[in-house]
């Protein structure tokens, strides 16, 4: 069964960057777009940014500028690099492949 596992959330400072990995198990990830979304705390979940099978991004317009996604597609593994942090950017970070799969999420903390 093809599953997605985010990893590298943590705490970092404001103005610090981080980058999140997913990666998935199986030989299909190529054929699907990817997400990430995130859920702040006490809110709902947003989409944050999009890649599609080929490399097109889209972003949230309050990442823009900031957040970079990508794909390695044979590594099987999505990326969200996330640069010039802002504590407004805290919360659970989880990617979603377009065959429906969810990620069991990664905590992001942006705090002095």
């Known amino acids: 069964q093809v599953q997605l596992v985010e990893s590298g959330g943590g705490l970092v400072q404001p103005g610090g960057s981080l980058t999140l990995s997913c990666a998935a198990s199986?030989?299909?990830?190529?054929?699907?777009?990817m997400a990430w979304y995130r859920q702040p705390p006490g809110k709902s979940r947003e989409l944050v940014a999009t890649v599609t099978t080929d490399g097109r991004a889209n972003y949230k317009d309050a990442v823009k500028g900031r957040f970079t996604v990508s794909r390695d597609n044979a590594k099987n593994t999505a990326y969200l690099q996330m640069d010039s942090l802002k504590p407004e950017d805290t919360a659970v970070y989880f990617c979603?492949?377009?065959?429906?799969?969810w990620g069991q999420g990664t905590q992001v903390t942006v705090s002095s």
């Open positions: 199986g030989s299909i990830f190529r054929l699907f777009n």
């Open positions: 979603h492949s377009s065959n429906g799969l």
